[in-house]
């Protein structure tokens, strides 16, 4: 059984910009949840520059997406230079994520394609951040991932953090896998930006 993988130069993620963009508006957002909510201990206010990693985004990212309001609080009590389109890409976060575990199909230049387990009637073309989906991966397909996926500026990407699942698939299922995505891709083609018509 042949499975969906193949290997191929892949761009498939943001450029130096809007990478600096993303992570800038996230750790701005998750610091200042965790300021006042205090989910998990005190930490340094975390910048792109920094290369240092290891913050504990994971236990705030939880809480942010079982209560997505928690940006709305953000965006009302912010005082930091943040521009109004940087303010209307986290209020897009509000409204038009989707947590899912996702099953991550193919591997293309522009992007990769996942579909959500919970039910599968889309396909999301998703971009990676500072690296490609097949280059954090770094495994064949199907797989199973654990995420939020994310409008940013006109694409799909994911909110830095992905528990990828070692589960395998039986050749039954990659079968299942391989006709669903002919299915959907030929109903309503792969979704390439979220909004309100192709929320789940």
Known sequence: MKTLFRPSPVIGRLNQEDIALFFKLWFALTYSIN???KIV???KKPAYEDNEGGYPFLEIRKE???NPALIDEFLAEDDTELSFD????LASWRTHFISDNFIVLKYFKQYSVFMPSSNPTRLYGVLGISDSIEMQMRCVLPRMVE???LPFKGKIIF???MIVSGTQFSNEEQAAFVKDYKRIKAESGIVECINSQTMI
């Open 147 to 149: 995420t939020t996926l």
């Open 41 to 43: 201990p005190p930490f």
């Open 35 to 37: 300021c006042k909510h």
């Open 64 to 66: 942010l997406w079982k």
């Open 159 to 161: 909110d830095s953090l």
């Open 86 to 89: 940087e303010k209307a890409i």
